[in-house]
């Protein structure tokens, strides 16, 4: 009853190879001026906790160069583009842990409509930027008035 050994079917090479690899792959293409670049990583890295780290973290030029995700299943056969799912997924880390992300990432996930963490210094950074901005069309428009 307790540990229980198997006793019974005992599985192939195939089904261990399958069952090794029956899971989503994350392969990014990114932009670069030779053409399309897929950034090196290892079988185990390729998974969605990973490449959100390496967006996040401005890993090889990301998200700015990004140009197309796809996820695959080797077993399934299965693979899609998904962008949106990603960075969906990245919008929602970023609330996970309470983290502005840097301004490349948020750029990217403003491209995609994902809403982000968004701390006090950072919302107090853009009401500054946008009152300046204010204040420089003001001006522009009492030097246009008095020419």
């Known amino acids: 009853m307790g540990n229980g ?8 090479q195939a089904e261990m190879t399958a069952a090794k690899y029956d899971r989503d792959f994350y392969v990014v293409f990114l932009e670069d001026n030779s053409g399309p670049m ?4 290892s079988w185990t890295s390729a998974n969605l ?3 959100i780290d390496d967006i ?24 899609s583009l998904v962008e949106r799912e990603v960075a969906n997924a990245v919008s929602e880390r970023t609330h996970e842990t309470c983290t502005t992300p840097n301004d490349f990432v948020i750029d990217w996930l403003e491209q995609w409509r994902c809403d982000f963490y968004a701390s006090d210094e950072y ?18 428009l ?4 008095a020419e």
Request: net charge negative.
């Open 56 to 79: 996040l973290s401005g890993e090889m030029f990301m998200p700015e160069s990004i140009d197309q995700i796809v996820r695959f299943n080797p077993v399934t056969k299965a693979s």
């Open 123 to 140: 919302l107090n950074k853009c009401t500054q930027e946008h009152v300046e901005g204010l204040a420089d069309y003001r001006r522009d």
């Open 38 to 41: 897929i950034p090196q990583t």
């Open 5 to 12: 050994i198997q006793i019974g079917h005992r599985p192939t």
């Open 142 to 145: 009492r030097m246009m008035a």
């Open 49 to 51: 906790d990973q490449l």
